[in-house]
């Protein structure tokens, strides 16, 4: 069976916490779980002391209960890294996923079969949307991209800018059809905060107007929404907040993108 090392921030998890531990533990492939218990104030930690005893779980706790912020994720992560096992792939999860049995091990094989280093399944509510992102929870690495992406930036960019990191470094990501179940709504993060996140990861500012443009004319988000996303990252412009370390990558890549877009629509 292959080992897998799976890594969990958690804050106040105590109605899925246990569900998403026992999904872990049921897998067909040798899981070992660290949980980062974020300051937690009801009975997760009751609830770990408990998984515990399994043998198969251990926890870390952050010391200082701080408010909730998702750049807080990340350094969560890396706390649980400084005590997780060494293993041949590493999953991140959060506290409210459900994993069928063979989960990982059909995400693995997908990965040994393609040469991926980072993927991940589908949510099933999400089966209609299209994507070739891993989703940020049922995350799998290898080993190999774990030791080149961690520890992650501490910044609200760590999931997708890992990824462009990734594909910067010359490793496949890949989503495969593979089923899992978020156990909570889907939160809807702040538009404005896309726009942060556009300038931290280096995003011309033309790209997201055309990006804004777009969802206004489709009926994404309403156009007030829309247009917050644009504002957001022209208030991060003018505040000269620090661009990631990838940022020139990603900002060349898009202008490529976009032209090799405009030139079909032209030429065709």
């Known amino acids: 069976m292959v080992k897998v090392s799976v890594l969990i921030p958690s804050r106040d998890g105590e109605k899925t916490l246990p569900t ?18 974020d300051a937690s104030i009801d009975s ?8 515990k005893e399994s043998g198969r779980v251990e926890y870390v706790t952050y010391p200082r209960r701080e408010p909730k912020n998702y750049a807080r994720v990340p350094a969560l992560i890396n706390l649980a890294r400084e005590v997780a096992p060494v293993a041949e792939y590493y999953m991140i999860s959060g506290d409210d ?6 989960y990982i091990r059909k995400v693995c094989d997908y990965m040994k079969r393609d040469g991926v280093h980072i993927a991940s ?5 999400k089966t209609r949307k299209k994507t070739s992102s ?5 995350r799998i690495l290898t080993i190999k991209a ?3 992406l961690t520890p992650f930036p501490e910044s ?6 890992s990824l462009y990191k990734a594909n910067m470094l010359g490793m496949k990501t890949a989503v495969y059809p593979v089923r899992m179940i978020h156990l909570r709504p889907y939160s809807v993060k702040s538009l404005w905060t896309f726009g942060h996140a556009a300038h931290i990861l280096g995003i011309p500012l033309l790209i997201t107007l055309g990006r804004v443009v777009k969802s206004i004319v489709r009926r994404k988000y309403s156009p007030l929404g829309s247009l917050s996303i644009l504002l957001g990252q022209i208030e991060y412009i003018l505040r000269k907040v620090k661009k990631a370390d990838i940022a020139p990558y990603i900002r060349n890549n898009k202008y490529l993108q976009s032209a090799q877009k405009l030139k079909s629509f032209f030429v065709r």
């Open 44 to 51: 997760t930690l009751k609830i770990l002391e408990d998984f």
């Open 156 to 161: 609200i960019v760590w999931e997708t800018g």
């Open 20 to 37: 998403t531990l026992h999904s872990l533990l049921n897998q067909q492939a040798d899981v070992f779980i660290t949980v980062a218990n």
């Open 121 to 125: 399944g589908n949510d099933v509510r």
């Open 134 to 138: 891993p989703s940020g929870s049922g």
């Open 97 to 102: 996923t459900f994993y069928p049995p063979d």
């Open 146 to 148: 774990w030791r080149e």
